[in-house]
């Protein structure tokens, strides 16, 4: 008999070549979704903290966006294989590759080599940011994985709508922000940054946001992103990450910009010199036109005769006294970090979405306030705390943030603490950034990622109980074997019945 009329012939060979059909399916399929997902950015996100994708509170601001007139680039200083090969890489592609789905305005480029490819490089920049672009090609910062996002707009005037030319078009402009992946994620502080960077940095560049000035020739200040994490360089990035347009600024040889946005805010931080009498002159006429002034002071003691009565001028008295809280308190073993407590009552407190979590200030002068100049406070120091220093007697109206409103002009916010705008900005364990945000709302500027979380990296994981993880194990392993068996159960049946 010819063996290849056997019925066990032929039905062993059926289900040799079913098998053979079905793993080239599943070989190919495996296939074409590696290939789509890399095209398309598919990605699966199992983490705790979202890190793959953007949060419900960053896309309702994004879907706020003018897609009709903003054209939105995400280019990147390297190429795809390197980013994909790195661990917050990976995280950002997910992010920009979920923008670049959701948003026709926007979309993603990647530049393989910067040096080959100079001219466009420096064409991206443009002739407006050009110097940016040859400081940070000289210092070789394309090397640490920069970003550029290019926004090729219309201009925008001061009443936030776009300007039209003699001729009746729209006048032609572009914006530029850059930042590199280092300043996604903070490895002190286990934080990953993506979103809410990317939230405010887009807004910022679809909008007609307002200004920081960050105020120099009082003392050691740098806002540049030199790595050192020092706190005026985190406190200019929390701005710069809101959209904000981030600028130093001498007073005493400059004023402020006439037709600056509205919410644009002046920072005095830790001054070690007085402002001059000019300065505050302009200072005053600033806070008349609508303009902001904060001032965040250091733990130790200098005489600022001008600023303190500038201060004073509104309500808010720096005393020459440190907080020590106690124990209940107490962050550090020597009381001057602590933990301080929300003032309720007051409006900028009323919009945090998490009212429990802590905030954190270290060094920190006692600030007096006056409620018939128009200032509250913000926050208060612990309910144990002793004052040391040279004004050590406490009157009962003592405060660690406070801010003054007038009617009609800008609002003041004095800070008994530099610290206050640390690292912790960027701590999820505490409210420091969000109460700053807060304020920053109630100042006049729109559109802030407020509610937009900062992502732990700590807690990065599959988070199952123990009930789930046995099913993910069956669902898995199991099911794909008794489906197999299944299939090989009817084989052998069919067999034996013929």
């Keep these: ?200 940095r887009i807004i910022g560049l679809c909008r007609n946001m307002p200004a920081a000035y960050f105020l120099t020739g009082h003392g050691n200040l740098s806002i540049d992103d030199d790595g050192d994490f020092g706190n005026a360089e985190v406190l200019a990035d929390v701005f710069r990450n809101c959209g904000y347009t981030v600028e130093k600024l001498n007073l005493s040889e400059k004023d402020f910009a006439k037709d600056h946005a509205d919410g644009s805010v002046a920072i005095v931080f830790s001054p070690r010199v007085d402002l001059t009498a000019g300065e505050i002159e302009r200072l005053e006429a600033f806070v008349d036109r609508g303009g902001n002034v904060m001032a965040f002071c250091d733990g130790d003691y200098y005489r600022l005769d001008k600023l303190t009565a500038f201060l004073a001028g509104y309500g808010i008295s720096i005393v020459n006294a440190k907080v020590q809280s106690g124990a209940d308190a107490s962050l550090g073993d020597n009381g001057f970090s602590f933990a301080a407590t929300l003032n309720p009552s007051a409006s900028a407190v009323s919009k945090l979405r998490d009212r429990e979590s802590k905030m954190a200030m270290n060094s920190c002068r006692l600030l007096r306030i006056d409620p018939q100049k128009g200032a509250e406070a913000l926050l208060l120091p612990p309910a144990s705390f002793t004052a040391v220093g040279a004004q050590p007697e406490l009157l009962g109206n003592e405060a660690v943030l406070a801010r003054s409103l007038a009617e009609g002009r800008g609002t003041v916010l004095v800070s008994g603490a530099a610290s206050f705008a640390s690292s912790l900005m960027y701590t999820p364990a505490y409210n420091n950034r969000n109460l700053l945000l807060s304020v920053l709302s109630d100042m006049g500027a729109e559109d802030l990622p407020l509610n937009v979380d900062i992502k732990t990296l700590a807690s990065d994981g599959l988070d199952l109980t123990k009930g789930q993880a046995t099913l993910v194990s069956i669902t898995v392993s199991v099911l794909p074997a008794l489906i197999v068996a299944a299939i090989g159960t009817c084989v052998y049946i069919r067999r034996k019945r013929s």
């Design 1 to 200: 008999m010819n063996v290849f009329k056997k019925k066990s012939f032929q039905y062993g060979t059926a289900a040799a070549i079913f098998v053979s059909v079905v793993l080239a399916l599943v070989v190919i399929f495996n296939v074409l979704v590696y290939m789509f997902s890399n095209h398309f950015g598919w990605y699966a996100d199992i983490s705790t903290s979202g890190l793959f994708r953007f949060s419900d509170e960053s896309l309702a601001l994004l879907d706020t966006v003018d897609g009709e007139n903003n054209k939105l680039t995400v280019y990147y200083m390297t190429d795809k294989n390197t980013m994909e090969s790195s661990e917050y890489g990976k995280y950002i592609l997910g992010l920009t590759n979920e923008l670049s789905n959701r948003y026709s305005f926007i979309s993603v480029e990647f530049i393989d080599d910067v040096n080959k490819d100079l001219l466009k490089v420096a064409g991206i920049y443009g002739e407006k940011y050009l110097s940016d672009f040859n400081k940070m090609y000289e210092s070789g910062a394309f090397t640490l994985g920069t970003m550029v996002i290019r926004n090729d707009t219309y201009e925008i005037g001061e009443d936030g709508k776009y300007i039209i030319g003699i001729t009746g078009e729209k006048q032609a402009d572009y914006r530029v922000t850059t930042f590199t992946v280092n300043d996604m994620y903070s490895e002190t502080t286990s934080s990953f940054l993506g979103d809410f960077l990317l939230t405010g």
